[in-house]
C-alpha cells in the first residue's frame, strides 16, 4: 500500500479556517507601510547561493546549517531565500534603484531555513520585509520603529511586546571591540556551550546572543561593546533614543543583543514578547550600510527589520486580539427548489454587482430542500434566500433568517437589496 502523502516536515498547510487572520493581519500591515509611504517590491523565491554566502555571511547558523540549497540542471548552485534583506539589495542593484535616489520598499512571503520545527519556528516560514536605501541618519532608524510601534498599536499588541535596542559601531569600532572580546572568552573556554566555542574566532559577537545558561554566566564580566564605540556611532545612538524618548516609545538597551546575520552595523533592534516562551522574537532588524557595496554595487547607506507571521498569528491568538468578526462565513446562502432552471443562479450574479461586498453562496449541485438548508446554515450565514417556482414567477425571494427568531418574508429584489442587504451594498 502506498504511503499517505504528507506535508514537509516544518512545511505547513494555512487551512481556510486559518486564513482570516492571516488576511486581517496582513491588511493591516499594509496599511501602515502605506502610510508611510513604502512602496511593494516582489522578488524569487531561488536566489544564487553566493548571494546569500557574501550577504549574510559565511559564518553564520543560516549560511552553516540552515540553507536550502541544490544544484539545478545547469550545474548552478542555487538556495531557497533564508531572508529577503540580500535579495532586495541584489534587485536594487540589478535594477539601478539605488544611485542618487532614496528607497523605501517592502516585500513579503515565504522564506525557507532547515531547523527543528517547534511551535513559532518552522522550515518554511512567512516573513514582511521592509528595507530602505539611502539614508544616512538616526531619523530614519527611528522611523522605522515608530512604524512597528504603530502597528501594534492597531493590533493591540502594544503591551504585550517590548523594544530592545542596541548599536554595533562601525567597522573600526567592532573590530577593537572583537579582539577585547576574544581575549575575555579564551580566558573562559571552558564555560562556554559547543557553538560559542566554535564561534569564537569566526564570529564572537554571536556568542553574546547565546541562549546556554553557563556561557551567560560567563559573560558576565566581558568587555561592554558600548566602551569601545566610535564618536559618531554614539551620537548617532544618542539622538535615536532621544527621537524615541519624545515620541513615548519605551525601549531597554540590550548591549548583548548583535543580531544573528553579518551584514548589521549600528543601529539593531528587536521587538520581543514573553507570551511565546522561547520564540520571544517578532520582528527585529536595523542598520546594514555596508550591505549594498559587499554585494557589488555603490555604497549605499540602509536600514530595514523583518516580522514573521506565524509568530504574529501566534501571538494574536495567544493574547485573544483576534477580532470575532473575522471568519470564514458568508453572509448568504441562495437555494432553490423546483423547476427554476437557471435563475437561481443569474439572481446570485445580480446580487452580487448590486451588493459589491455580499458573501453570497449558491447550493450548487441540487438536493431537497432541506439538504439545501442544511447546508446553508453550517455556512454560517444569517439569511437564506430561497428560490422556487412561485418566487421566479414573481420576480421575488423568499428570506428565511438563520441567526434570528424573525418570521421569513418574501421581498421583490429591491426591497430585498434595500433592507437586508443594504449593508453589504
Not at 511593494?40 to 550577504?55: H, K, Q
Not at 522550515?123 to 522605522?144: C, K, Y
Not at 553574546?208 to 568587555?223: F, H, M, Y
Amino acid at each position: 500500500m502506498a504511503k499517505q502523502l504528507q506535508a514537509i516536515r516544518g512545511m505547513n498547510d494555512i487551512l481556510p479556517d486559518q486564513t482570516p487572520v492571516w488576511g486581517w493581519l496582513e491588511n493591516h500591515v499594509r496599511h501602515t507601510l502605506a502610510q508611510y509611504g513604502y512602496r511593494e517590491m516582489r522578488v524569487p523565491i531561488v536566489e544564487s547561493t553566493s548571494l546569500f554566502a557574501r550577504g549574510i555571511g559565511e559564518n553564520t547558523d543560516v549560511v552553516e546549517k540552515e540553507m536550502y540549497t541544490f544544484e539545478d540542471r545547469g550545474g548552478d548552485s542555487l538556495t531557497l531565500r533564508p531572508e529577503a534583506t540580500a535579495c532586495c539589495v541584489r534587485a536594487g542593484i540589478e535594477h539601478g534603484l539605488f544611485h542618487n535616489q532614496q528607497q523605501r520598499i517592502w516585500t513579503s512571503g515565504p522564506m525557507f531555513r532547515y531547523e527543528r520545527p517547534q511551535k513559532g519556528r518552522y522550515r518554511q516560514f512567512h516573513q514582511v520585509s521592509v528595507e530602505t536605501f539611502g539614508m544616512d541618519g538616526p531619523d530614519i532608524d527611528a522611523e522605522l520603529i515608530l512604524m512597528t510601534w504603530s502597528l501594534w498599536k492597531k493590533l493591540g499588541l502594544d503591551k504585550h511586546v517590548t523594544l530592545e535596542l542596541n548599536t554595533l559601531g562601525d567597522l573600526d569600532s567592532r573590530q577593537r571591540y572583537r579582539e577585547a572580546l576574544i581575549a575575555y572568552l579564551e580566558q573562559h573556554v571552558d564555560a562556554l556551550d559547543e557553538d560559542s566555542k566554535r564561534r569564537m574566532y569566526a564570529n564572537p559577537l554571536r556568542v553574546l546572543d547565546s541562549k546556554d545558561k553557563g556561557t551567560q554566566a560567563a559573560l558576565v564580566d566581558a568587555p561592554k561593546l558600548h566602551d569601545y564605540l566610535d564618536d559618531e556611532s554614539r551620537a548617532h545612538f544618542e539622538t535615536l533614543c532621544a527621537i524615541l524618548d519624545d515620541a513615548g516609545v519605551k525601549y531597554v538597551i540590550n548591549q548583548r543583543l548583535v543580531r544573528g546575520l553579518d551584514y548589521y552595523n549600528r543601529t539593531v533592534f528587536e521587538w520581543i514578547t514573553s507570551a511565546l516562551g522561547a520564540q520571544g522574537t517578532v520582528c527585529g532588524g536595523g542598520r546594514y550600510d555596508g550591505l549594498v557595496e559587499q554585494l557589488g554595487g555603490k555604497p549605499v547607506k540602509a536600514c530595514g527589520f523583518a516580522m514573521g507571521m506565524e509568530r504574529l498569528v501566534l501571538l494574536l491568538e495567544t493574547c485573544g486580539l483576534v477580532p470575532e468578526e473575522i471568519s470564514t462565513t458568508v453572509d448568504a446562502a441562495l437555494v432553490t427548489f423546483g423547476d427554476v432552471g437557471t435563475y437561481g443562479m443569474v439572481l446570485a450574479e445580480r446580487l452580487r454587482e448590486a451588493c459589491p461586498s455580499l458573501r453570497l453562496q449558491v447550493s450548487c449541485g441540487g438536493g431537497s430542500v432541506k439538504s439545501q438548508m442544511k447546508k446553508a446554515d453550517k455556512s454560517g450565514a444569517r439569511i437564506a434566500l430561497m428560490v422556487g417556482e412561485d418566487e421566479k414567477r414573481d420576480g421575488k425571494v423568499s428570506v428565511k433568517f438563520l441567526r434570528e427568531e424573525k418570521p421569513q418574508v418574501t421581498l421583490t429584489l429591491d426591497e430585498l437589496i434595500a433592507t437586508e442587504l443594504a449593508a453589504n451594498c
